[in-house]
């Protein structure tokens, strides 16, 4: 655990704050506690240090005096029923797994990511770009994954005019590559993508990432502000060569009402497979092994049970979750780390 002396400051602010806000209070329902961010909790610890001299605890992680933090979403405080829900998920934790566990609620991804490298949040649902930074920076591991229509993670296309002179690496009617992604993409060598912007990730970053790993060197982009003008831009001609979207942004209702022979004259030149993740519910990398293995079954519980489903939806808006390892984010975290994205520039301008 690092900064265990600060940590204690913090953790105790959470114990005597979830003494009234965790366990539900008939008496307040009319004035309901706020959860405290991590700012405010650190803030209080500090003002309190000179009087209350605390010394570095020896209690071990996930006991009152050193509880756990689940973290909720970023300006998760002004959400009653999020936080409702996020003291719930702490209850049940805490009633499965034996370990004490409060809840924060962080102000931004940001501060979320360091409050996991920092010791200062524990269990943390997070968004594609946070979990590959705070896995690059040691701070914390895959444990689930969001599933939504019945997929953990969704693909993107590259696209071009059927007239444009680039061969197809794509059969619409087997729905698969014929290629390799080398093989496919080589021919964008020197042509001139269209971006909709330079964060997203079906988009821009994994696109562009795929090609830089495959060293296929381009020329500047034309961003163009959203997929569906990415269609439009490569369906038009004369802006770019090629661009990337979701699967499949040509169907999109105004793109097809303005060009209805938008999928037969913008053609799919290859596919990239569902590798990019929605969200990750992630666990500190330093805990203990045995209570990160605590805190994973504990989940996977939770996540069986319809009340442990009601609670993680209420508390992140995710209905369904699988068990997963960073294994499986592995080809995603390559090509993010191959776009030359800046991942902490990104979640800096993020709420």
């Given at each position: 655990?690092?900064?265990?002396?600060?940590?204690?400051?913090?953790?105790?602010?959470?114990?005597?704050?979830?003494?009234?806000?965790?366990?539900?209070?008939?008496?307040?329902?009319?004035?309901?506690?706020?959860?405290?961010?991590?700012?405010?909790?650190?803030?209080?610890?500090?003002?309190?240090?000179?009087?209350?001299?605390?010394?570095?605890?020896?209690?071990?992680?996930?006991?009152?005096?050193?509880?756990?933090?689940?973290?909720?979403?970023?300006?998760?405080?002004?959400?009653?029923?999020?936080?409702?829900?996020?003291?719930?998920?702490?209850?049940?934790?805490?009633?499965?797994?034996?370990?004490?566990?409060?809840?924060?609620?962080?102000?931004?991804?940001?501060?979320?990511?360091?409050?996991?490298?920092?010791?200062?949040?524990?269990?943390?649902?997070?968004?594609?770009?946070?979990?590959?930074?705070?896995?690059?920076?040691?701070?914390?591991?895959?444990?689930?994954?969001?599933?939504?229509?019945?997929?953990?993670?969704?693909?993107?296309?590259?696209?071009?005019?059927?007239?444009?002179?680039?061969?197809?690496?794509?059969?619409?009617?087997?729905?698969?590559?014929?290629?390799?992604?080398?093989?496919?993409?080589?021919?964008?060598?020197?042509?001139?993508?269209?971006?909709?912007?330079?964060?997203?990730?079906?988009?821009?970053?994994?696109?562009?990432?795929?090609?830089?790993?495959?060293?296929?060197?381009?020329?500047?982009?034309?961003?163009?502000?959203?997929?569906?003008?990415?269609?439009?831009?490569?369906?038009?001609?004369?802006?770019?060569?090629?661009?990337?979207?979701?699967?499949?942004?040509?169907?999109?209702?105004?793109?097809?009402?303005?060009?209805?022979?938008?999928?037969?004259?913008?053609?799919?030149?290859?596919?990239?497979?569902?590798?990019?993740?929605?969200?990750?519910?992630?666990?500190?990398?330093?805990?203990?092994?045995?209570?990160?293995?605590?805190?994973?079954?504990?989940?996977?519980?939770?996540?069986?049970?319809?009340?442990?489903?009601?609670?993680l939806g209420q508390a992140y808006g995710i209905d369904e979750w699988e068990r997963i390892t960073d294994e499986f984010y592995e080809e995603f975290r390559t090509y993010i780390d191959a776009s030359g994205v800046d991942l902490e520039s990104v979640l800096d301008q993020q709420p």
């Open positions: 655990m690092k900064k265990p002396g600060y940590f204690l400051s913090f953790s105790l602010i959470l114990s005597l704050l979830s003494a009234c806000s965790i366990t539900v209070n008939r008496a307040s329902e009319n004035t309901p506690e706020p959860v405290p961010n991590i700012e405010t909790a650190l803030a209080v610890a500090a003002e309190t240090a000179d009087s209350a001299r605390p010394t570095p605890t020896s209690a071990p992680p996930g006991t009152i005096e050193n509880p756990l933090v689940v973290a909720l979403p970023p300006g998760s405080s002004s959400d009653q029923a999020r936080v409702d829900a996020g003291k719930a998920f702490a209850e049940q934790l805490s009633e499965v797994t034996g370990y004490t566990f409060v809840v924060v609620a962080p102000d931004s991804y940001a501060k979320l990511v360091q409050a996991l490298g920092d010791g200062n949040a524990h269990v943390a649902v997070l968004p594609a770009y946070a979990y590959v930074l705070a896995y690059d920076k040691g701070y914390a591991n895959a444990a689930f994954a969001r599933v939504d229509s019945g997929e953990k993670a969704y693909g993107a296309q590259f696209i071009a005019r059927a007239d444009a002179g680039l061969k197809p690496y794509f059969d619409a009617y087997r729905g698969e590559n014929t290629a390799d992604a080398l093989t496919a993409l080589s021919q964008f060598d020197d042509k001139k993508p269209c971006w909709p912007d330079e964060v997203s990730l079906s988009g821009y970053a994994v696109p562009a990432g795929v090609l830089a790993h495959n060293e296929i060197p381009l020329r500047t982009a034309a961003i163009v502000q959203g997929q569906p003008t990415v269609v439009r831009a490569v369906y038009v001609g004369g802006i770019c060569d090629f661009g990337a979207t979701y699967i499949d942004a040509r169907s999109f209702p105004a793109v097809l009402d303005e060009y209805p022979d938008v999928v037969d004259e913008v053609v799919v030149i290859w596919r990239i497979p569902p590798i990019i993740p929605y969200e990750v519910l992630s666990i500190a990398r330093d805990l203990p092994l045995q209570i990160k293995q605590a805190i994973s079954d504990a989940l996977f519980r939770i996540s069986g049970m319809q009340a442990g489903r009601l609670v």
